[in-house]
């Protein structure tokens, strides 16, 4: 079985360096914000290009914190309109409502699943003060465009860059674009732990003093609490493992552009939509994808899934079910975002990952490949 995604295989890879950093941490004494975390918020900080990178708990943590010392800062408040796309993962929207912000859902553009700076103008009213832009399967969305919108209507730009380590466009990375940045090192993203862990990244000096402070208890000083704030914080052992794993960053990056112009170039059913176009070349040289997803549309998804699954090949589906019809989110189950309702139930995510041996690959196509066989005869 080709498994969706192998995180043995990626971390056994660096298994030498990962016990090497594990034993400095274990043999240090020193376990919470201290010279690894440190050492990691420099490293990660200068990969991204901003003045700041923050280390915190988790991704979440990250976007939850940024919008909270928005507010002790006096640049949100309660009920203030949050623009955010319809069709992200859920944890964008939850961080909005957790600040009791109100998210307004705005439907993606269908082909590149992100924010479409037309549309996103079109929601924005007196009430709007920030964007939480997503760069969704590890696409930046169009930033420039989005940026000279935010400059012009006076908002806030919050990046969901949990997706989207090193992904660039115009030589600026994800993270340092918008105002502040929220990135999540869970096992499974483009940069990844082992365990839970997630980073701010920001230009902003008083932002990033601000967040430090709420995510150690609201304290700049140790004994003195200006916030009501909350314990989220980067541990010395993940930040240690982190710093192995960001070395290798961009060759992995390097590697999943190849697999997915492989994929593109030679996926020719007519079942299969393939998320973007252009040749060959194109595609292993834009910057702007890091591909942390590689996701197809069909609209024969259950019978495309069950295809592969029998040809030994793991898919997944992000997501099934969009944020406003989930039951958290019951009030809005009667909304209708069409956009994010048809990706909902036609997406499909094939697998990609730095580990992947050309071998897979082809595998993964010939099996997308025989697919319009199988789809012509039932058919037919
Ligand atoms: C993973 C993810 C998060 C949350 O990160 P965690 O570290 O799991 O809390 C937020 N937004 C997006 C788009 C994600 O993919």
Redesign the pocket.
């Known amino acids: 079985m080709i498994p969706f995604l192998d995180l043995k295989s990626i971390n056994v890879k660096h298994r030498a360096d990962l016990i090497e950093a594990a034993t400095r941490v274990i043999d240090s004494g020193w376990y919470i914000q201290g010279q690894e975390h440190q050492a990691f918020e420099q490293e990660f900080a200068t990969y991204c290009g901003t003045q700041h990178c923050i280390g915190v708990a988790?991704?979440?943590?990250?976007?939850i914190l940024t919008l909270r010392a928005w507010k002790e800062m006096g640049k949100l408040s309660e009920g203030d309109e949050v623009i955010v796309p319809a069709n992200?993962?859920i944890?964008?929207i939850l961080a909005i409502t957790e600040n009791r912000l109100k998210p307004v859902l705005v439907d993606p553009d269908p082909h590149t699943y992100n924010l479409c700076p037309a549309s996103l103008e079109k929601h924005i009213t007196a009430k709007t003060k920030a964007i939480l832009v997503?760069h969704?399967y590890g696409q930046l969305a169009p930033m420039p465009q989005i940026m000279a919108l935010a400059e012009a209507h006076d908002l806030l730009v919050l990046e969901?860059s949990?997706?989207a380590h090193g992904a660039e466009i115009e030589g600026k990375k994800a993270g340092n674009w918008g105002h502040a940045s929220?990135f999540?090192?869970?096992p499974g993203?483009n940069l990844g732990a082992l365990g839970?862990?997630?980073a701010v990244t920001t230009n902003d000096d008083q932002l990033a003093q601000t967040i430090r402070a709420i995510g150690n208890y609201g304290s700049h000083k140790k004994y003195e609490n200006l916030y009501q704030g909350v314990n989220s914080r980067l541990d010395e052992m993940q930040a240690a493992l982190l710093r192995v794993k960001l070395k290798h960053l961009d060759a992995d990056t390097q590697r999943r552009r190849e697999i997915a112009a492989a994929y593109s170039t030679a996926i020719s059913s007519p079942a299969i939509q393939l998320p973007a176009q252009g040749t060959e070349s194109d595609i292993a040289n834009d910057l702007s994808h890091v591909w942390?997803l590689y996701v197809i549309q069909t609209s024969q998804r259950e019978q495309l899934q069950r295809h592969l699954h029998e040809h030994g090949i793991a898919t997944m589906i992000h997501y099934p079910i969009p944020p406003h019809k989930q039951q958290a989110y019951q009030d809005w189950n009667h909304q209708s975002y069409p956009v994010s309702e048809h990706i909902h139930s036609n997406v499909l995510s094939l697998p990609i990952s730095p580990v992947m041996t050309d071998e897979q690959v082809q595998k993964v196509i010939a099996a997308c490949n025989t697919f319009v066989d199988h789809y012509t005869m039932t058919q037919g």
């Open positions: 988790n991704g979440l943590d990250a976007l992200t993962y944890a964008s997503v969704l969901d949990a997706q929220g999540s090192f869970y993203k839970d862990a997630g942390h």
